[in-house]
């Protein structure tokens, strides 16, 4: 066998088992979206529904959390309220109310499946970033399919993500959306797109980190201004002052991290802890070190040419430092693109061999669960994306520039 009739035989195989790593990819995701379709409405699109349905009657879903206001159809998940025939709901931020408005007025059943349909159109747009992406680097349309199926192996996080219906796709969908904005240099949509990332705080605050390194005061000032005016029709349904409404949002953060903890203090700790230490204190500790990482990596990298690479650590960090559920692990679709494009432009096999282990490693487990292995992988798959992006500057993943 000659050289020719080598390089041919290997480009074959790595054609192939392009083909059968993406085949895996997208049978994963064909799996979650028929668990989406036969659950719909998923349940936690049923607490926004009831949360929202609850403001349109005049009361704040909140009131009824903390039995503020006692409802005989709404009552907080899990209590025996709920078991009795109850409308379940939970706690969200106000602004959030404005913007779930519309679909309300549907039925529970018809907007669930809006609001699915548009959770797979969310993750087809970043599938078809991923593979141009992927395709530039060399002309090659197995490349580019490569990377958007990498960026898609989102394991048991694409599966609770259809089957409880959760605003973990928007999130994924307007990182990008964030990221090209402020590379156009749209300071203002990129305001726009961050007040919908901060629908979720937990995983939206962390991005003014790389955005104060940047300067970029007009999109932080769109989003705030965004986000107090959409406090306003909340405000006016439920007949509150609206700096009750404010403060219901670091309330309500430390309720649900009280309830299920942090990666960095998982909610073992808080419960074993409860009544020694306050719940207010663990929480304050666990996003001090995590926003204190964020701070560390994003100096790091604040010189990159790519936005998606200088917000790498606010996604990371994102699923640190504050409580958040495995369905939020979407977001990481950004490191699984990155770790993909280093893949391509590595020529060590070592190396992509142990890129491939993070790419796996990262969307553990593909059947979720809630044992002690799977709550580690996931403690484990964060430690080491934190690793990789303090390494990320020494890659030289995207060219980097000098700035004053």
């Known amino acids: 066998m000659n050289q020719d009739e080598k390089e041919l035989l290997k480009m074959r195989l790595h054609v192939f088992l392009i083909l059968l790593w993406a085949a895996i990819s997208i049978s994963f995701m064909f799996k979650y979206i028929y668990n989406g379709i036969c659950h719909n409405p998923g349940y936690d699109f049923s607490l926004r529904y009831h949360e929202v349905e609850c403001l349109r009657q005049g009361i704040d879903?909140?009131?009824?959390?903390?039995?503020?206001v006692q409802s005989k159809e709404f009552a907080l998940f899990a209590t025996p309220e709920v078991a009795l025939g109850a409308k379940a709901l939970h706690v969200y931020t106000p602004w959030e109310y404005t913007w779930f408005l519309p679909l309300s007025f549907l039925s529970e059943k018809a907007a669930g499946g809006v609001f699915l349909f548009l959770s797979i159109l969310a993750l087809i747009s970043i599938a078809i970033y991923a593979y141009y992406s992927g395709h530039d680097l060399r002309g090659r349309w197995e490349d580019g399919l490569f990377v958007a199926t990498s960026s898609l192996l989102l394991g048991s996080a694409a599966g609770?993500?259809?089957?409880?219906?959760?605003?973990?796709?928007?999130?994924?969908?307007?990182?990008?959306?964030?990221a090209v904005a402020l590379s156009k240099g749209y300071n203002i949509l990129a305001g726009i797109?961050?007040?919908?990332?901060?629908?979720?705080?937990?995983?939206?605050?962390?991005?003014?980190?790389?955005?104060?390194?940047?300067?970029?005061?007009?999109?932080?000032?769109?989003?705030?201004?965004?986000?107090?005016?959409?406090?306003?029709?909340?405000?006016?349904?439920?007949?509150?002052?609206?700096?009750?409404?404010?403060?219901e949002v670091p309330r309500g953060c430390a309720f649900v991290a009280e309830e299920n903890g942090t990666m960095l203090i998982p909610s073992q700790i808080f419960v074993r802890l409860k009544g020694r230490v306050p719940s207010a204190l663990l929480g304050g500790v666990s996003m001090i070190v995590g926003s204190g990482i964020?701070?560390?990596?994003?100096?790091?990298?604040?010189?990159?040419?790519?936005?998606?690479?200088?917000?790498?650590?606010?996604?990371?960090c994102a699923l640190l430092w504050n409580y958040c559920k495995p369905h939020d692990r979407v977001i990481l679709w950004v490191t699984q693109f990155l770790i993909a494009h280093f893949m391509l432009r590595t020529k060590k096999t070592s190396i992509r061999i142990f890129c491939l282990m993070i790419l796996v490693l990262t969307a553990w487990p593909f059947v979720y669960d809630t044992s002690y292995l799977t709550k580690?992988?996931?403690?484990?798959?964060l430690a080491l994306l934190?690793?990789?992006c303090w390494m990320l500057p020494k890659l030289n993943l995207f060219e980097t520039q000098n700035e004053k």
């Open 193 to 247: 797109v961050w007040a919908l990332l901060m629908t979720k705080p937990q995983i939206g605050v962390l991005f003014a980190i790389p955005l104060l390194f940047k300067r970029r005061y007009i999109t932080m000032g769109v989003a705030v201004a965004i986000c107090v005016v959409s406090i306003l029709p909340p405000m006016l349904m439920c007949g509150r002052n609206p700096l009750d409404l404010l403060l």
């Open 376 to 381: 580690g992988m996931r403690r484990v798959s």
């Open 61 to 68: 879903p909140y009131d009824v959390v903390t039995q503020r």
């Open 160 to 178: 609770e993500l259809f089957e409880f219906a959760n605003y973990g796709a928007f999130n994924a969908f307007l990182i990008l959306l964030l």
């Open 386 to 388: 934190v690793y990789g």
């Open 294 to 316: 964020c701070v560390w990596l994003t100096w790091r990298l604040r010189k990159n040419n790519s936005w998606l690479v200088i917000i790498t650590p606010a996604v990371v």
